[in-house]
């Protein structure tokens, strides 16, 4: 009886939260029957919320400033890339067919991004509000598709709902009467802040001990021991230990970002438990640089000889040697190796302060920024409209 | 005239919006973004208020399945109970029992209750792919693609059709890097033993 099968039917909003930058989901709007569904498509996962057409009390589209603040750093980055086009010819004398390639490579990616962002529209953010909650539809992101989608579903909300007239809202009465969304569950004399309102006041803050993060500096510490050990020793087993360990830094790593999230360990150990992060994405991705760097320059002298003998598994018995493994080796091993010192150092200076003074242990508070920058409730009771006219503003 | 009270979506500053019509246009004091504000009559509505059942008065009358001494209202269009006020649950356009819901979490048949659904095709298409920048873990991250291609391969997982094509794609990447690991461990037995 219940497994009803719903079809739904794509609706014309889709957008990102932050250009996908920080949050990897794509949200789209989907019609049923008599709900609209906000799905968000995740990595691994997808998730719903679903508003039913009786009980939207109110749609909010605002225009927002993050079509141009992103066109101007999409434009900054052309810039620089073209200067960067330029500079990179010059060093190396290259001719001008080779300086146009290089320069719509490095400044046209930009330059493409940001005639595809302006072409997209303004954009806007939209807020749903219900009886008891105020929902951001990131997937009403641009002003283009929001106006469709609310073409579409404000008839259907009205179908649901009746229509709201200007008698029914007293537009000619005297006296203003104040109406928010998503209050009705709070006393009308106490209004608590909308949800989608970042709640005001000190965040309270865990203590943390520093066991992950003692982990994690030693874990680099020893990556560093292993770069300096492939300069007297490479071996298949070692390559195994040294990958296997590198995921062992990144999970912890991981984790000791996670712990710190509104912890008391001082801001700069927080600082160096992310510049850990960077160290061993950079090792990666130097790393990978330098294998293939050395890969191809020993297929290159095999393919110079007279009688090349290409071995099918040859990068197996890689030798890695040369400048680029040198460059690699040096810059890993010192990258290392600081950033473990200075976060052993730290957490030491934490713990002896802890030790010193045991009161700290007590979780303290901090003031965000988004809290601090908050603004007091107005007061509500006789609010002025910012939409009225000039007389009886 | 009522005032509808918001809070600007381009900068936060809460401000107030005269509504003389069901749509109405706004601009905020602080940043002067404009805004489109739709209102509906669930806005003016009250709180719902929350219902107790009726007291059963006469033995004769029908009461409910699962409080007796309340007296039955409606049917369950599921399986077929009487229900009082209390135990009425609108689900959709139909009146059903709790236990009816419970049963349908837990077995999964609704989409209506289902807040969330894992991509296997995703994660078996990760295990094939990611792994192949590392080499050495593909020796068991393979298998373990292929276990959860064809583990989940009937499961639905999406609430919207979703084709099958990353499981096909995902066992095809595994099976060659595991035929890969047989040459590579073929070659070094063979070339040992010589």
């Not at chain 1, 400033?65 to 010819?89: D, I, K, P, W």
């Not at chain 1, 790393?287 to 007279?306: H, I, N, R």
């Not at chain 2, 837990?106 to 209750?113: G, M, V």
């Amino acid at each position: 009886m219940l497994d009803e099968d719903i079809t739904y039917t794509r609706l014309p909003a889709r957008g990102r939260r932050g250009f996908g930058l920080l949050d990897p989901g794509r949200y789209e709007l989907h019609l049923g029957p008599d709900h609209v569904l906000h799905l968000c498509r995740g990595l691994f996962k997808e998730t719903y919320k679903r508003f039913y057409f009786d009980d939207v009390q109110a749609v909010v589209v605002s225009r927002t400033s993050t079509r141009g603040s992103m066109n101007l750093f999409l434009a900054v980055l052309s810039l620089a890339s073209a200067f960067l086009a330029v500079t990179v010819s010059i060093a190396f004398s290259l001719d001008v067919l080779s300086t146009a390639a290089v320069l719509a490579l490095l400044a046209g990616i930009p330059l493409l991004l940001l005639a595809w962002n302006t072409a997209l529209g303004p954009t806007c953010r939209c807020r749903l509000y219900t009886a008891v909650q105020t929902e951001d539809l990131a997937a009403m992101s641009r002003m283009r598709r929001a106006e469709a989608t609310l073409a579409i579903l404000g008839p259907l909300i009205e179908a649901a709902q009746g229509r709201l007239t200007p008698e029914v809202l007293g537009a000619d009465s005297e006296e203003p009467i104040a109406v928010e969304a998503s209050t009705h569950a709070a006393p009308l004399t106490a209004p608590a802040p909308r949800t989608a309102a970042p709640a005001a006041g000190p965040t309270p803050l865990h203590h943390e001990h520093g066991a992950y993060h003692a982990a994690c500096f030693g874990l680099l510490l020893a990556g560093g021991a292993t770069i300096l050990l492939d300069v007297f020793w490479q071996h298949h087993v070692k390559d195994l230990m040294d990958t296997s360990l590198w995921l062992a830094e990144v999970i912890v790593v991981v984790l000791a970002l996670r712990r710190q999230q509104n912890s008391d360990l001082p801001r700069g150990l927080q600082n160096v438990t992310w510049a850990s992060l960077i160290v061993l994405i950079a090792d990666f991705v130097l790393g990978m640089f330098a294998m293939m760097f050395v890969m191809f320059s020993k297929l290159e002298a095999e393919m110079a000889s007279p009688e090349p003998q290409l071995d099918p598994f040859f990068a197996l018995d890689l030798t890695l040697e040369g400048p680029a493994f040198e460059l690699y080796t040096a810059l890993m091993l010192a990258a290392h190796t600081v950033v473990a010192v200075v976060g052993l150092l730290r957490l030491r200076e934490f713990r002896a302060a802890l030790a010193r003074d045991p009161g700290r242990r007590q979780a303290p508070t901090r003031t965000t920024a988004a809290a601090a920058s908050d603004p007091p409730f107005p007061d509500w009771t006789a609010p002025e409209a910012d939409n009225a006219p000039e007389d009886s503003a | 005239m009522r005032t509808f009270i918001l809070q600007c979506g381009n900068c936060g500053g809460l401000g107030a919006a005269r509504l003389t019509d069901a749509s109405v246009e706004w601009k905020c004091r602080s940043c002067a973004a404009p805004a489109r504000i739709d209102v509906f009559p669930a806005l003016l509505r009250g709180p719902a208020t929350g219902r107790s059942g009726e007291k059963l008065l006469v033995p004769e009358e029908s009461s409910c399945y699962y409080h007796p001494d309340k007296k039955a209202v409606v049917v369950c269009d599921s399986c077929g109970r009487f229900l009082c006020a209390v135990c009425d649950l609108e689900f959709g356009r139909r009146h059903v029992c709790p236990r009816c819901i419970e049963s349908a979490v837990s077995k999964d048949k609704s989409q209506r209750l289902r807040l969330s659904r894992i991509y296997y095709d995703e994660i078996a298409l990760a295990l094939a792919a990611i792994p192949m920048l590392f080499f050495w873990i593909t020796l068991f991250t393979a298998p373990a693609a292929i276990y959860v291609a064809v583990r989940y391969s009937r499961r639905r997982l999406s609430i919207l059709p979703r084709r099958k094509w990353r499981f096909l794609l995902a066992i095809a990447l595994a099976a060659l890097q595991l035929m890969g690991w047989i040459l590579a461990v073929s070659y070094f037995f063979v070339s040992g033993i010589e």
